[in-house]
């Protein structure tokens, strides 16, 4: 009875040590790093490096950030930016003077702004976060970043010129003909009303009159009347000076 009731001590230290791997993964959490795994801009644009973590551990002086390039064209990643309480741009290489931190270590963010993007910014770009004693885990995300040329823009000034050059022409050619369409008669009645003094009808100018009223018949009275004006007319003429021939022939 004795014997049963004696504690092994190599036992207890068995059951020590299983305990102690049993409750260490509680007293040493992971950290998990995201980022999204595409980002898209245009030439000129400042595209934001979006990276958020979580850790069981509150962020201390300890924390790191570091984000590394790989050039689309393939290569080893270059290291470019490291955060460590403050942030430390690079100061030499494409990145110089573009790259302006973003992140927030007490809300779990770690991201950066890359300004003016270039055609050669292309490529795969990793974030990593150290939080000690986080060291487990996923502490790397990559993100590849895609750079088109910016497609053209067309202002609102451009537009309004080009519709004023376009419409405005249009639509006076279109009130001139509906004008012309509305207004025919009335030209016509006008053109008929007026002719001019060399403007001569149908059949006038081959000497054809048309037929006039019926004329006033002669009486004895207009005939008498004629046959005294012609003698007062030939009276005249005999009581003239004879004028001699040459000068007659002369003045004629």
């Given amino acids: ?27 040493v959490s992971s950290i998990s790093v995201m980022t999204p795994p595409e980002l898209h801009a245009s030439r000129g644009e400042t595209v934001t490096l979006s990276c958020t973590f979580t850790s069981t551990s509150r962020p201390t002086s300890k924390m790191t950030v570091d984000w ?34 973003q992140g927030s270590p007490a809300r779990g963010e770690a991201s950066i702004s890359l300004i003016n993007a270039t055609l050669k910014d292309n490529g795969t770009y990793t974030c990593s976060v150290r939080n000690p004693p986080d060291v487990h885990g996923s502490p790397n995300s990559h993100t590849v970043l895609s750079v088109t040329p910016k497609a053209p823009s067309i202002r609102f000034s451009d537009v309004a010129v080009l519709l004023a050059f376009i419409l405005l022409p249009s639509a006076v050619i279109t009130l001139i003909l509906i004008g012309r369409m509305l207004c025919p008669k009335k030209q016509r009645n006008q053109s008929k009303g007026y002719r001019s003094p060399i403007e001569v009808t149908e059949g006038e100018e081959y000497g054809i009159h048309p037929p006039a009223g ?36 002369s003045q004629c």
């Fill in 68 to 101: 590394s390039y790989r050039p689309q064209s393939g290569g080893p990643p270059q290291t470019f930016f490291h955060f460590s309480s403050s942030s430390f741009p690079p100061l030499e290489g494409q990145f110089m003077g573009r790259i302006k931190w």
């Fill in 1 to 27: 009875m004795r014997r049963l009731c004696q504690r092994n001590p190599a036992l207890d230290v068995v059951l020590l040590l299983c305990s102690v791997s049993f409750l260490a993964p509680s007293s």
């Fill in 214 to 249: 019926k004329a006033k018949k002669t009486s004895c009275c207009d005939l008498y009347l004629m046959d005294s004006e012609d003698e007062n007319g030939y009276s005249d003429l005999t009581k003239r000076p004879p004028v001699d021939e040459g000068y007659a022939e």
